[in-house]
């Protein structure tokens, strides 16, 4: 089963419309991290935001803000006003313990990425 | 400040050659990590590692070997690259479990 589900493939918004990112992740886990990371067209890879298992308050950042729900093992990222440059593929991760492991190693594991693009 | 750095940035072999891929770190970073990244599958764990001299598999590892003998540096091995290896290949590192990893830019691999 897929640890962290991005559903969306890709999104189209025009400049200044709202987005919302969705990702749903699987853990046997009651302490794990997630992740938001961007990779515009250059393709490097960087980081946005993270979140512990253990603080579900919900914060903005700017433009960035996101909504963490525990209870439906989501973690949605919200872009406020997209402008052009927030066009990139938008990857969600999840930081848990891998099996046969005692709890002791972690693995970063990330979903598909949904391409963002957002036309002037 | 180099943070992660990947060596080569590109490379094409031959199916049935070898080749390793170098990823150095300069952060003192526990955590190091190989993924490949192929269009529409995302960024897929392929090793990984929590501490010098030791590595993990991760999801896809068939076909790699791993290394990490020196703290910053871990290795990435191909004894006999096959087309399916065809990808970008990222390294990544981070300090602990809980927080955020650095990557470096990438190497592109195509194997012909």
């Known amino acids: 089963a897929q640890k962290v589900t991005q559903a969306q493939t890709e999104i189209s918004v025009v400049e200044k419309e709202d987005v919302t990112l969705d990702c749903v992740y699987e853990?046997?886990?009651?302490?794990?991290?997630l992740f938001w990371y961007k990779q515009p067209p250059s393709g490097e890879l960087v980081f946005l935001i993270r979140?512990?298992?253990?603080?579900?308050q919900n914060e903005i950042s700017g433009r960035y803000s996101w909504n963490f729900q525990k209870s439906t093992s989501s973690f949605n990222f919200i872009i406020t006003a997209s402008q052009v440059v927030d066009s990139a593929v938008y990857f969600c991760?999840?930081?848990?313990?891998?099996?046969?492991?005692?709890?002791?190693?972690?693995?970063?594991?990330f979903g598909k990425g949904t391409l963002l693009t957002v036309n002037p | 400040n180099a943070g992660v750095t990947q060596t080569p940035k590109f490379r094409v072999l031959k199916t049935g050659q070898s080749m390793t891929l170098l990823c150095a770190q300069d952060?003192?970073?526990?955590?190091m990590y190989w993924y490949r990244q192929d269009p529409g599958m995302g960024l897929r764990l392929i090793h990984y590692?929590?501490?010098?001299?030791?590595?993990a598999k991760g999801e896809v590892p068939d076909g790699y070997n791993v290394s990490r003998l020196k703290k910053q540096n871990f290795l990435l091995g191909l004894e006999s690259a096959a087309p399916s290896q065809t990808s970008v290949y990222f390294c990544?590192?981070?300090?602990?479990?809980?927080?955020?990893?650095?990557f470096g830019q990438g190497t592109r691999l195509t194997v012909v």
């Open positions: 990544a590192s981070s300090l602990g479990r809980s927080l955020e990893a650095f």
């Open positions: 590692s929590v501490g010098e001299g030791t590595t």
């Open positions: 979140r512990n298992s253990f603080d579900e």
């Open positions: 991760a999840l930081s848990d313990p891998w099996l046969n492991s005692g709890g002791s190693n972690y693995k970063l594991t």
């Open positions: 853990t046997r886990d009651t302490t794990y991290y």
């Open positions: 952060m003192n970073h526990e955590y």
